[in-house]
């Protein structure tokens, strides 16, 4: 095997991770039936495939020119790489970018026997066929060259890394605070529905607290909604890119909040707005009808108090006016 420069090294990497993007990129194209960007990246590379490419390359050399025992060594530290790397990625991201669950001897969703087979027999075209016209490619340009293009595109894949990177952790923050969210309004239900309950039979000192109860709720209430909307505002747009890339990707642990944001991917900011406020509404009509019965209950209260208390005054008039009159 040739001595590789580390630029070219480098370049192999970014060539394998290309292939594997217009691989999976077409195959998920097809399932989707509409044209999918897919991967991690926002740009055409797929460094899952670029890593198991340059494994593969550097395992097999030891037993070169032996398939059984390429396609064995091959099939094995590409299937571990793969798994380290979903394991990895679900304990940060919350989320699998890719999931095996439910094909046959899968392991934990991060790996199956078919994706191992594949391994197997990606070693054997890679070694054989592929690396073979990708290395006279790579080998036929000046060194000098190959270092400039790795300059050049180096930056801009690293950039594209990060900003995925962190469109990857505001999708695990949107998801882990919009459960938070969920449960806390979840709780302000119940206890709504106690206050209403408990407002009827309680006394007067009892509606008093009970109003005040009811009041902060609505305010905890309003908090919260704000917070939501917030979350979509600031995370929302950065993560639509990233859930259309993947439409496959699946949450565990947020399973019904991630399939929510990807009922929402392709909807306008001002409709989700919209939609929180609906909810909001909805959720608190119950305790603003108690509160506007209790109100005109009190008032209605006050004014008898007011008029009994002027008859009074009055029936006391009266009867100084009399004792006046008398003498």
Not at 166 to 175: G, V
Not at 300 to 306: I, L, P, V, Y
Not at 313 to 320: D, G, P, Q, T
């Amino acid at each position: 095997m040739t001595a590789y420069t580390v630029s070219q090294w480098i370049l192999f990497f970014y060539i394998y991770c290309f292939c594997g993007w217009v691989w999976e990129s077409a195959y998920v194209s097809v399932c989707e039936r509409k044209p999918v960007n897919r991967g991690f990246l926002k740009g055409p590379f797929l460094p899952i495939y670029g890593s198991g490419a340059i494994c593969i390359l550097i395992v097999t050399i030891p037993v070169r020119g032996n398939i059984p025992a390429m396609c064995v060594v091959g099939m094995v530290s590409a299937t571990v790489l793969e798994y380290i790397t979903g394991y990895v990625m679900e304990r940060l991201f919350k989320v699998r970018y890719w999931d095996y669950t439910g094909k046959f001897l899968n392991v934990h969703g991060y790996i199956c026997l078919m994706s191992t087979l594949c391994w197997g027999v990606m070693t054997v075209l890679v070694v054989d066929v592929i690396h073979v016209q990708v290395e006279k490619l790579v080998l036929a340009i000046n060194t000098r060259y190959v270092d400039a293009i790795v300059m050049v595109m180096t930056p801009f894949i690293t950039a594209d890394f990060v900003t995925s990177f962190i469109a990857a952790i505001h999708l695990r923050d949107l998801l882990e605070q919009k459960e938070r969210v969920a449960e806390e309004m979840q709780k302000l239900v119940k206890k709504k529905a106690e206050l209403e309950a408990a407002l009827g039979g309680a006394g007067e000192k009892a509606k008093e607290q009970i109003r005040r109860e009811l009041r902060e709720l609505y305010m905890s209430a309003g908090a919260k909604k704000e917070s939501m909307l917030g979350l979509y505002s600031s995370s929302m747009k950065s993560v639509r890119g990233l859930l259309r890339r993947n439409p496959t990707a699946v949450s565990p642990t947020y399973s019904e909040t991630l399939a929510e944001l990807k009922r929402l991917k392709n909807v306008r900011l001002e409709d989700v707005v919209a939609k929180v406020n609906e909810r909001f509404s909805a959720l608190m009509s119950g305790a603003s009808e108690k509160l506007g019965e209790y109100r005109t209950e009190r008032r209605e209260k006050k004014e008898e108090k007011r008029e009994e208390r002027r008859e009074k005054l009055e029936e006391v008039k009266e009867e100084l006016k009399e004792k006046y009159d008398r003498k």
